[in-house]
T-cell receptor, first 114, second 113 residues
Framework: AQSVSQHNHHVILSEAASLELGCNYS??????LFWYVQYPGQHLQLLLK??????LVKGIKGFEAEFIKSKFSFNLRKPSVQWSDTAEYFC????????????FGKGTMLLVSP | ETGVTQSPTHLIKTRGQQVTLRCSSQ?????VSWYQQALGQGPQFIFQ???????GRGNFPPRFSGLQFPNYSSELNVNALELDDSALYLC????????????FGQGTRLTVV
């Protein structure tokens, strides 16, 4: 069975600080990896995804993530956060092929103070 | 907006009652998945429908059931509601059953009292 672990449940940063949210997964095969964001009162939105190729993927709003296969990790980064980045962030994994579904981590609530 | 719409947005039910939640998938998407997001948790997979048939199920009891219609819209039914069923229920649609990107609706907030 696949599982996802997010390292921090709550993170508080000041504007312009750098962000790194940890994500580790366990799965016995090839995976697709995702980061979703949920702004207050809004639906889950895809921030970025990794399918194959360059392990450093860039997403919307200046976010990026690095897939490190040997560490089963897919950490999310942003060099300088803004107040508008306040949201909940979810890492998710999906095995490849046939019936396969997203498995989410418990989420990290990011609060950015102006 | 993702093109995935859910109704109703909020619902209050009494323990023991039954509830039906609805989801209209994005145009052209034939696969719908349902997730339960309890407070402080990530979404948990309930089940998935592909071309009107259930083709995957998470660790949820049989009182959670669903349907997918020919237009690929979907329903989630929960019988004999329990207090722990209080959660945000999310619907996601994707292009194919093995499709790699899912688009989520805004969810239905169910409160069981």
């Amino acid at each position: 069975a696949q599982s996802v672990s997010q390292h921090n449940h709550h993170v508080i940063l000041s504007e312009a600080a750098s962000l790194e949210l940890g994500c580790n997964y366990s799965y016995g095969g090839t995976v697709n990896l995702f980061w979703y964001v949920q702004y207050p009162g809004q639906h889950l939105q895809l921030l970025l995804k990794y399918f194959s190729g360059d392990p450093l993927v860039k997403g919307i709003k200046g976010f990026e993530a690095e897939f490190i296969k040997s560490k089963f990790s897919f950490n999310l980064r942003k060099p300088s956060v803004q107040w508008s980045d306040t949201a909940e962030y979810f890492c998710a994994v999906k095995g490849l092929g046939g019936y396969s579904t997203l498995t989410f981590g418990k989420g990290t609530m990011l609060l950015v103070s102006p | 907006e993702t093109g995935v719409t859910q109704s109703p947005t909020h619902l209050i039910k009494t323990r023991g009652q039954q509830v039906t939640l609805r989801c209209s998938s994005q145009s052209g998407h034939n696969t719908v998945s349902w997730y339960q997001q309890a407070l402080g948790q990530g979404p948990q997979f309930i089940f998935q429908y592909y071309r009107e048939e259930e083709n995957g199920r998470g660790n949820f009891p049989p009182r959670f059931s669903g349907l997918q219609f020919p237009n690929y819209s979907s329903e989630l039914n929960v019988n004999a509601l329990e207090l722990d069923d209080s959660a945000l229920y999310l619907c996601a649609s994707s292009l194919e059953a093995g499709g790699t990107e899912a688009f989520f609706g805004q969810g239905t907030r169910l409160t069981v009292v």
